[in-house]
């Protein structure tokens, strides 16, 4: 090959390497749990990524998962500039592969059960043999509070009762609506949704659990602290009492998101710890 042409071809080769750099420098990848399907996941943090996006000057791209192991396989390769995931995932998160929690929402919510109202039943001690329908297995406001409650009562779920993994909370819902399921363990919060406001008055809460923190969101340990603090005041900003950000605060049901760091969730860590002890 001829120099001008190894020349060329090499300077083409770094133009493109440039622009493919700058492309990077510009976007920031948001991972967001598979808590429902990947089209419902993006629909839903579309508005936030795009505040994001014109609050930090760079575009911010919402991503998901087909599964939650699948997504938990990406936080370990570290495929996400940003993360928004249950405390008990953040854990593996901070674990395994250095993210550091930056913000959470407010305020915490319970985790419960469900019945029809129909149904008579009015206990847990009721539900002993009966079916159940959950959000996942690993959900700690999907199904392990409300697992640990049976056990308190004497109930093995998983032997007790025949429970069925759902993947969604309103899955679970409309399944305890359709009599599919006698049971349903879900985030208590779901049901303040305008889709559930009509029937939710059919619905009895035979459990209700202590309070529950919001997903934190969590940054990679490489990011810039620069930015990282850009992304605190950018989220922290969003306010019931602006219009326009009021909107994405209904979305998720809280009223606002606070600034968090891996100390205050390690204080969490070790309080579930204490009370798994117990």
Same mark, same amino acid.
């Given at each position: 090959?001829?120099?001008?042409?190894? $020349?060329? &071809?090499?300077?083409?080769?770094?133009?493109?390497?440039?622009?493919?750099?700058?492309?990077?420098?510009?976007?920031?990848?948001?991972?967001?749990?598979?808590?429902?399907?990947?089209?419902?996941?993006?629909?839903?943090?579309?508005?936030?990524?795009?505040?994001?996006?014109?609050?930090?000057?760079?575009?911010?791209?919402?991503?998901?998962?087909?599964?939650?192991?699948?997504?938990?396989?990406?936080?370990?390769?570290?495929?996400?500039?940003?993360?928004?995931?249950?405390?008990?995932?953040?854990?593996?998160?901070?674990?395994?592969?250095?993210?550091?929690?930056?913000?959470?929402?407010?305020?915490? &919510?319970?985790?419960?059960?469900?019945?029809?109202?129909?149904?008579?039943?009015?206990?847990?001690?009721?539900?002993?043999?009966?079916?159940?329908?959950?959000?996942?297995?690993?959900?700690?406001?999907?199904?392990?509070?409300?697992?640990?409650?049976?056990?308190?009562?004497?109930?093995?779920?998983?032997?007790?009762?025949?429970?069925?993994?759902?993947?969604?909370?309103?899955?679970? $819902?409309?399944?305890?609506?359709?009599?599919?399921?006698?049971?349903?363990? $879900?985030?208590?919060?779901?049901?303040?949704?305008?889709?559930?406001?009509?029937?939710?008055?059919?619905?009895?809460?035979?459990?209700?659990?202590?309070?529950?923190?919001?997903?934190?969101?969590?940054?990679?340990?490489? $990011?810039?602290?620069?930015?990282?603090?850009?992304?605190?005041?950018?989220?922290?900003?969003?306010?019931?009492?602006?219009?326009?950000?009021?909107?994405?605060?209904?979305? &998720?049901?809280?009223?606002?998101?606070?600034?968090?760091?891996?100390?205050?969730?390690?204080?969490?860590?070790?309080?579930?710890?204490?009370?798994?002890?117990?």
């Amino acid at each position: 090959m001829k120099l001008w042409k190894v $020349i060329l &071809f090499c300077f083409f080769f770094i133009s493109i390497a440039g622009a493919m750099t700058a492309q990077g420098a510009n976007e920031l990848k948001l991972g967001i749990i598979p808590f429902k399907t990947p089209r419902v996941v993006r629909a839903l943090y579309l508005p936030l990524a795009s505040y994001l996006g014109d609050a930090l000057g760079v575009n911010v791209r919402v991503l998901t998962a087909g599964s939650y192991e699948e997504y938990m396989e990406n936080v370990y390769a570290q495929h996400y500039d940003i993360i928004a995931l249950g405390s008990s995932f953040y854990f593996n998160a901070h674990d395994k592969a250095g993210y550091q929690a930056i913000a959470r929402g407010y305020p915490p &919510f319970h985790a419960g059960i469900i019945v029809l109202k129909s149904s008579g039943v009015r206990s847990l001690e009721q539900l002993k043999g009966k079916s159940l329908a959950a959000v996942t297995k690993t959900g700690r406001g999907g199904y392990k509070l409300q697992k640990r409650a049976l056990l308190k009562k004497g109930i093995d779920p998983e032997q007790d009762m025949i429970v069925t993994f759902k993947g969604d909370n309103d899955s679970v $819902i409309f399944s305890v609506l359709g009599g599919e399921y006698l049971a349903g363990a $879900i985030r208590l919060d779901t049901l303040k949704r305008p889709l559930f406001a009509k029937i939710k008055e059919t619905l009895r809460v035979v459990y209700r659990s202590p309070r529950i923190q919001q997903f934190p969101f969590a940054v990679r340990a490489d $990011i810039d602290p620069a930015l990282s603090v850009k992304i605190v005041k950018a989220l922290t900003s969003l306010t019931m009492e602006r219009p326009e950000t009021a909107g994405i605060l209904k979305n &998720f049901h809280i009223k606002g998101f606070e600034e968090a760091n891996t100390d205050d969730l390690e204080r969490l860590r070790k309080k579930r710890q204490k009370d798994a002890i117990k």
